[in-house]
């Protein structure tokens, strides 16, 4: 049997510091069990990280992070 890879996102040139914390906090978050987007969101905001704009994490506003950053699939 043989395994492949398929990249999920794109990416223009290296990722931020912020890219890497997000994605370090969803793992986290996805490692806790936790995967529902109710779930996800409600963890997202016991982290320090935060939407460009410092509010509090929303559904909306986690799809449009997760697509803004290239995500194939949500």
């Keep these: 049997m043989s395994l492949t890879l398929e990249p999920v996102q ?6 931020t510091s912020y890219a890497d914390a997000f994605a ?3 793992e986290a ?4 069990g936790v995967h529902d987007l109710p779930g ?5 905001n016991e982290t320090g990280v935060r ?8 559904e909306q506003a986690f799809v449009a ?10």
């Design 29 to 32: 978050i996805y490692g806790r």
């Design 10 to 15: 794109t990416r223009l040139g290296p990722t």
């Design 51 to 58: 939407p460009a704009d410092g509010s509090d994490w929303t």
């Design 40 to 44: 996800v969101v409600a963890a997202l």
């Design 24 to 26: 370090d906090e969803l």
């Design 65 to 74: 992070e997760l697509a803004r950053l290239g995500a194939k699939e949500i």
